[in-house]
């Protein structure tokens, strides 16, 4: 019996498909072997590094499939790959329905990126002010330290008693050189957010927070405010109020411009 070259080939192509079933059917008995709460941990881990690798993981086998949506899933998933607003140009509804989804069950989830970038939304976009405290402060319970930063700020632009109490949390937020290089951290990730929405909230348009009642002398380099990464610009500064007037005035920096008159 004489087999053909091509029948040789069908063989083959026939072989290696069985070899790769056989080894996707051994991994999925592999993964089924294992705990759950290891199963929810690996995929957690991964949804915290990328969305992606997420999605990678889900689509790869019906275990992970089912754990990717577990409650810790969420609460640790990155936001890294979501762009602050959605391009409408570039994506359609369907895409953005999807997204805002997601983002939907990591708030639901506890998940503190999510609360803290919808808690920032909310209050400067002027959309949900009185619930953006209530995002931040589930933040910052959750540990987000960029959620403590803006509720300070918050509070310094609400004046009175507030004022007070945000003074003194920047200030705190800012006494050693390690957490000072932390709370620019915070601060530049707010001054992204806030140059990428439209800023509506006229409790923050206008008339400037009251500066340091001492009017203590501060040394102003190159220009100050700045953001250098290097230079400590508090090293010269007196007191709280000072502190929290560094602030300020780099997010009325960025902050639109309103016409008083």
């Not at 992606?52 to 790959?81: D, G, M, P, W």
């Not at 953001?227 to 500064?237: A, H, K, R």
Request: aromatic share 8%.
């Amino acid at each position: 019996m004489v087999i053909s070259r091509h029948s040789k080939k069908i063989t083959k192509i026939r072989g290696t498909r069985n070899n790769k079933l056989i080894m996707k059917e051994n991994f999925s008995s592999a993964i089924e072997s294992l705990p759950n709460e290891l199963l929810t941990e690996i995929v957690a881990r991964l949804a915290s590094t990328s969305f992606k690798n997420y999605i990678n993981a889900k689509l790869s086998c019906k275990v992970f499939h089912e754990v990717a949506n577990e409650r810790y899933v969420y609460q640790n998933a990155t936001l890294a790959e979501f762009s602050i607003e959605p391009s409408w140009e570039k994506e359609n509804q369907e895409k953005i329905n999807k997204v805002a989804s997601f983002l939907e069950l990591c708030r639901e989830c506890g998940n503190t990126e999510a609360l803290y970038r919808k808690g920032v939304m909310d209050f400067f976009k002027d959309d949900m002010p009185e619930l953006a405290s209530e995002f931040l402060k589930r933040a910052a319970k959750g540990g987000h330290i960029g959620a403590f930063y803006v509720i300070g700020i918050i509070m310094v632009f609400m004046g009175g008693e507030f004022k007070q109490k945000g003074v003194k949390l920047i200030g705190n937020m800012k006494k050693t050189k390690q957490l000072r290089k932390i709370t620019r951290e915070c601060r530049k990730k707010l001054i992204e957010i806030l140059t990428h929405i439209w800023v509506k909230n006229s409790l923050v348009l206008g008339q400037r927070p009251n500066r340091c009642t001492i009017q203590h002398q501060r040394i102003r380099r190159n220009g100050w405010p700045h953001d250098s990464e290097d230079e400590d610009e508090d090293m010269n500064v007196h007191c709280d109020a000072c502190s929290c007037d560094v602030e300020i005035d780099h997010l009325i920096n960025v902050l639109p411009k309103v016409d008083m008159y």
